[in-house]
């Protein structure tokens, strides 16, 4: 009999399991795949070049991140963020400074009275109860999507908005659900902190690639974690639940549930669980998003005096562009994010027709000495089977008002938790790791008590 089982060594599975650990409850974790990390994978390359296939950037505020590293002695570093960014809109492509692209003057008041209104209606949500708002039905009844189409009155501005917002969310904005995009900006303080590298959430990368810390994080008990162990079937029996799949049986008093949601809705459960917990399992759907990766024997855009940010309408199949680079800068990274529908077209091609398509965009963008990379990598958790999709699940219209929090509520003595489960940074790791630390000490005063 074990007293925990923890699905899942993602984050937030073991930054629950470090807690149990450091409390001296005993525990297992079962993990589908072979690797720890859940939608953080590292790829290490060879010495000093590796790539972040998922989760990559800590910023302010996302305190549990920044006391990890301490903890671990772990070091992190700037995006690099100087110079010039580009904006490739109407099939021209042009330079700016700063936050805001350069537009026409009717489009620029358009883009800052949208921003400001989407930044003055989320800090009116509650986090503890988004659904509880004066207007939540009317918020929940439409998408981002159409709140945008509505409030962008030039295409300029529509464009840019859009490339801003999908990138932010790694959805198509009609299928998010503007309650839970104000939601989902407020869980990450503000919209400005979201989009931002400066004093945002892409401000800071670790030495080495995410996974370094969970491997840090695992490192104690890492003969606990079980892989290649996927969870099919939870049964309980009176006040044991058995919790078994292919070749195995195990079982336990308490459970902490830390995949992502159309993973969780998979598992079959006896008895049922709750029809509001399966019914909103049933309506999250993962983020699509691709992340492609140009390397370089240096930044060479950098002594030109760009900063390796680009951004795009729908001509390109990015939405977006950052260096991202290692810190001493033995080598160049562009990192493109292809997004929704450009995401799901870009896939339907053979890579080496995506390495073309990404080179032909960088050397419209950085010229000539773009066309001699490295190598090109790149990556969809979409297509991985126990992701499904990245950054997060994403609430369609009237999930929330339909089922409030019924997906992080405890059923029996199962616990819920990853980055979905969480009311601060929502859809971040940072929101990953309270979320599992949450499940845990739930369990710690449960026992103690």
Request: with cysteine.
């Amino acid at each position: 009999m074990k007293e925990v089982i923890i699905i899942g060594a993602g984050f937030s599975g073991i930054a629950a399991a470090k807690k149990l650990y450091e409390a001296k409850i005993p525990f297992i974790v079962l993990e589908a795949r072979e690797r720890l990390g859940g939608r953080v994978f590292t790829t290490q390359i060879k010495e000093n070049l590796y790539l972040d296939f998922g989760g990559q950037w800590i910023g302010p505020s996302q305190d549990r991140m920044y006391a990890l590293c301490e903890e671990f002695g772990i070091g992190y570093y700037e995006t690099y963020n100087q110079g010039f960014n580009l904006l490739d809109l109407n099939q021209k492509v042009k330079k700016f400074k700063g936050l805001i692209p350069k537009m026409d003057i009717v489009s620029l008041i358009n883009l800052d009275y949208v921003l400001k209104k989407l930044e003055k209606l989320a800090k009116s949500i509650s986090l503890n109860n988004p659904w509880s708002h004066p207007k939540a039905m009317e918020f929940d009844s439409i998408s981002l999507g159409a709140f945008v189409a509505t409030n962008c009155k030039t295409s300029t501005c529509k464009k840019v908005v859009d490339l801003a917002l999908e990138t932010v969310f790694a959805a198509e904005l009609n299928e998010v659900s503007l309650l839970h995009a104000l939601f989902y900006i407020k869980s990450g303080r503000d919209l400005n902190t979201l989009i931002n590298i400066k004093n945002g959430a892409q401000l800071h990368r670790i030495v080495g690639g995410m996974q370094t810390i969970i491997e840090k994080m695992a490192a104690p008990f890492k003969e606990r974690i079980y892989f290649n162990h996927a969870v099919e079937k939870i049964t309980q029996e009176n006040e044991t639940y058995q919790v078994s799949g292919k070749d195995f049986s195990y079982a336990t008093r308490r459970i902490i549930m830390a995949i992502p949601p159309p993973l969780a809705a998979k598992i079959e459960f006896q008895p049922m669980l709750s029809s509001e917990k399966r019914q909103v399992m049933d309506r999250i759907a993962m983020g699509q998003v691709g992340k492609c990766f140009m390397v370089y024997d240096k930044p060479f855009w950098r002594d030109s005096g760009f900063s390796g940010q680009a951004f795009a309408d729908q001509h390109s199949p990015f939405q977006s562009m950052f260096d991202t680079s290692p810190r001493n800068s033995d080598y160049g990274i562009i990192l493109g994010f292809t997004i929704g529908q450009r995401a799901r077209n870009y896939f339907t091609k053979t890579k080496e027709d995506r390495k073309a398509i990404m080179l032909e965009k960088l050397v419209e963008y950085f010229g000539t000495a773009a066309q001699n990379p490295l190598l090109y990598e790149d990556f969809t958790m979409t297509d991985e089977a126990w992701s499904r999709g990245c950054y997060a699940g994403i609430y369609p219209t009237g999930t929330w008002t339909g089922f409030q929090d019924s997906y992080a509520q405890t059923e029996g003595q199962i616990y819920w938790a990853g980055t979905e489960a969480s009311k601060v940074w929502f859809g971040y790791i940072e929101g990953a790791v309270r979320s599992g630390e949450k499940a845990a000490q739930e369990i710690i005063d449960g026992i103690k008590n």
